[in-house]
């Protein structure tokens, strides 16, 4: 999100506002059309010295959270329910993360048994953690590092964060990192031509949109069917821009299908699979993007397809990478897959006293989903600050664990491993997504004893599973006894075998 804080900063202290700031080159103005007040608004909104917790006083917090969206303030209430003393460190003005520019509907079915947008969902999750009382809140702070304490002698962990007031070194017993996501951006694709502007990562344009009341382009390509990208290009269509088509590279859409059937078929927008952008056109505004097909299997562009598509912006939605910078100043262990850390049934990483949830542990598809992380996160950080504080060995020795194994049509499982002393009634809920759409499919996880001996624990079943969609299987920890490795894995109808069989008997039938 620089560009839109850029803007801000730079209408606030010249008086330019973004659709007449060139990004590079004069004709490369930043937006298409901001609002007449823009930059009148910007100094109204110039911030004043950081308000926060008092960061310098000398007592430990029992748990430390770094990040305030969904997961940071449910870790945050959850641990504050639990007795401990909790702080909370965001670095923008006010609590919310993402949601605050989700400005759409279809937040908090789960979590509420009500339909919300993003800024309602946050508020109430705002509202409750100011009920939950003892805990401080530091906005506008930036955690730059965590220092791992001494497991041997118990001393605390070091949380450094930097505000307007200066550094901050605050010592906590337990840390909650719920630091999000971030998108993957232009650099990542390395697609031929210029770098002009008009080229956003979908989230940027959606707070130019939402919070700066900026539109971005008047006609727009979006690369990529992640939720985000589909829900802004509903949003741009409903504020009166052209939206040429969704170009996705892979077979199947990345977003939930009900973000497909919303914001594209309802709209009249076109979803081209099998198809990505191979090369921008325009020196200073983007004049025009290049598009070719792609081969399924091999997923490689097939030459000789490419076609030239007129357009003054292009959107990017091509998935979200979990913020973890934080989590390696700290020496957690990241899992290759997910990007994000590597975590047991109680979210613990690696390093003793330190947690993960939400995005930052892995990319969900549901902000309830996340919540319900980060709460579970927040209780066991304040579990492990009571022993800390109580001096038992439980907070500092690290205890057997159980691996957890993505097995056949699984492209991964969190939590990777099991704590052996979970009680054996608590629950253990292990959230995977699948590597491709399968059908009526049957979730099997599997216990393998040290002889090699497989059994089944559990089997759950659904309609469809598709990899957009994160699938949650809950068991009892019971289940998984004289257990030295679990396994999940699907079994089920390939939708693409299904297809290949219908276009098979179409044949049949046709000869």
Known sequence: FCSPEIARIVARETGVAPDALDKRLPGSPVVAASRPDYAGLARKGERSEAQGAD????????????????????????????????????????????LKQCVHNGFGLHRFGVELTGPEYAQREIDALADAGSVDVLAGASVTSV??????????????????RGAHAI???????????????????????????????AGSAQNFMNLQGCLPGRRAVILGSGDIGLIMARRLASQGAEVVGV??????????????VQCLDDFGIPLHLSSTVTRLEGEGRLSAVYVSQVDPETIQVIPGTEQ??????????????????????????????????????????????????????????????????????????????????????????AHAVVPVMAGEGVRYVVPQSIDVATPSDEKLMLSLR??????????????????????????????????AEMVLVVLPAGATAGCSAVRVRVEGRDEAARLAGETGMAGGGAD
Do not use: W
């Open 55 to 98: 960061c310098e006083r000398a007592c430990v917090y029992d748990v430390a959270v770094a990040g305030g969206g969904a997961a940071g303030i449910a870790a945050a209430q959850a641990a504050a329910q639990q007795g401990a003393s909790v702080l909370l460190l965001d670095r923008e003005e006010k609590l919310g993360g993402i």
């Open 147 to 164: 220092d791992p304490g001494r497991p041997d002698d118990g001393a605390p962990l070091t949380v450094h964060a930097v505000d307007a």
């Open 171 to 201: 010592e906590a017993r337990a840390v909650v990192l719920a630091t999000g996501s971030r998108e993957r951006g232009l650099g990542a694709l390395n697609l031929a031509g210029s770098r002009p502007s008009g080229v956003f990562s």
């Open 247 to 260: 170009h996705e590279l892979m077979p199947h859409p990345s977003g939930l299908r009900r973000n497909v």
């Open 308 to 397: 030239r598509v007129a357009c003054d912006t292009l959107l990017l939605s091509v998935g979200l990478v979990p913020e973890n910078e934080v989590a390696k100043s700290a020496g957690v262990g990241l899992d290759p897959v997910t990007g994000g850390a590597r975590v047991d049934n109680r979210l613990a990483t690696d390093v003793p006293g330190v947690f993960a949830c939400g995005n930052a542990l892995h990319v969900h598809d549901l902000v309830d989903h996340a919540s319900q992380e980060g709460e579970r996160a927040g209780a066991a950080a304040a579990a492990y600050a009571r022993q800390a504080v109580s001096g038992a060995s439980a907070a500092r020795d």
């Open 434 to 467: 699948v590597a491709r759409t399968v059908n009526e499919p049957r979730f099997v996880v599997e216990g393998i004893d040290e002889t090699g001996r497989v059994r089944e624990l559990k089997r759950a079943k659904t309609m469809i599973a598709v990899p």
